[in-house]
């Protein structure tokens, strides 16, 4: 990603924080099957759809100093969607899961330690069709990782990282009343487990699963400045998550689609996500791909590439797609 474009990034920062000072509340988000060829389409029986990144990590200089480095190696996220009956609902709904995998050491220069890792997070959340809003149905998600720590001078392997083993299950009743179960795992303890009961419907907003947010993005009808209500586990209540727009943008592109290996100058939209809170950590940034056709949407709106920052602003994760099994 060129500095331009990073810069432009940067501006959609601000300009994103000032446009959501002045606006009234969005109405709730259109939703259609823009994961299809034919956008118009309903949700199908037999959907199967597996999508593959690279993860790269970009640094910035406190990942690596006198005291302390931070590397992360390649990685690779993948994801995958399929549709299933449910006997509940009595209609077909989507199951959409995750997995990031990256290995990487930790440098303690003071004490000359370096501790190798490999982090896991897995994700798998089911909700409703685009017609029926997205609703949440349930979600399930899975961190074993090894978080940089903020102390700038340690003197110990042991002050560089905290690692975190925890699983939270969260379920969504018809009025989207929900239970969040978080099960934290310490080794030579007992798992620590943590019930919340919450209320998450809100009636002047959509409401999302967090695990299903960035799919939600594929999905939009139109990309506009927006406000999406999901509940946030680490805070306990469902928080408002803004959404702005920049300009379209168009990049080449290395990728296998459906078996076959091309190069393709693909159109998207940038976006920029970020909680609607003070000190609520940095906004992630998302390229979508642009519908061609809505009856022939041949990059079916895919999630391009997606900048994640790491804990502690020691730099970001870059996801660039390079396999698309579509439906």
């Known amino acids: 990603m060129n500095k331009k474009k990073l810069l432009a990034l940067g501006a959609t920062i601000m300009s994103a924080m000032l446009f959501a000072s002045c606006t009234s509340p969005s109405k709730k988000v259109k939703f259609s099957e823009n994961w299809y060829l034919d956008t118009t389409s309903s949700i199908k029986a037999d959907v199967n759809e597996t999508l593959t990144y690279a993860v790269t990590f970009e640094g910035k200089d406190n990942?690596?100093?006198?005291?302390?480095?931070?590397?992360?190696?390649?990685?690779?996220?993948?994801?995958?969607l399929v549709s299933e009956y449910s006997d509940e609902l009595s209609t077909y709904v989507y199951r959409y899961t995750t997995s990031l995998e990256v290995s990487g050491e930790h440098e303690c220069k003071t004490s000359g330690e370096i501790q190798s890792f490999e982090d896991t997070v897995t994700s798998e959340v089911v909700f409703t069709s685009a017609m029926q809003g997205l609703k949440p149905i349930s979600s399930?998600?899975?961190?074993?990782?090894?978080?940089?720590?903020?102390?700038?001078?340690?003197t110990s392997i042991e002050q560089c990282y905290t690692k975190y083993d925890y699983k939270v299950e969260t379920t969504y009743d018809e009025a989207l009343n929900g239970t969040s179960v978080q099960t934290l795992y310490k080794e030579g303890q007992e798992p620590q487990v943590t019930t919340t009961n919450f209320t998450a419907?809100?009636?002047?907003?959509?409401?999302?699963?967090?695990?299903?947010?960035?799919?939600a993005l594929r999905g939009m009808t139109s990309y506009s400045a927006q406000k999406f209500n999901v509940y946030n586990n680490s805070w306990k209540r469902s928080q408002l998550v803004g959404l702005s727009v920049s300009e379209e943008d168009s990049e080449e592109f290395s990728l296998e689609i459906n078996g076959q290996s091309k190069k393709a100058t693909i159109s998207y939209v940038?976006?920029?996500?970020?909680?609607?809170?003070?000190?609520?950590?940095?906004s992630q940034f998302v390229w979508i791909a642009k519908t061609t056709d809505r009856t022939n949407?041949?990059?079916r709106n895919v999630m391009l590439k997606f900048f994640l920052?790491?804990?502690?602003?020691?730099?970001?994760?870059e996801y660039t797609l390079t396999k698309a099994n579509f439906i």
Do not use: C
């Not at 990942?63 to 990685?75: Q, V």
């Not at 920052?309 to 994760?317: D, E, I, K, L, Q």
């Open 270 to 282: 940038p976006l920029t996500i970020g909680i609607q809170e003070n000190n609520s950590g940095s």
């Open 297 to 299: 949407n041949t990059y």
């Open 140 to 154: 399930v998600k899975t961190f074993s990782t090894h978080t940089p720590t903020v102390i700038s001078q340690p």
């Open 309 to 317: 920052p790491v804990n502690n602003a020691y730099g970001t994760f």
């Open 201 to 215: 419907r809100n009636e002047d907003y959509t409401t999302l699963d967090n695990e299903q947010v960035l799919f």
């Open 63 to 80: 990942a690596d100093t006198e005291y302390r480095a931070l590397r992360y190696n390649p990685g690779v996220y993948t994801t995958t």
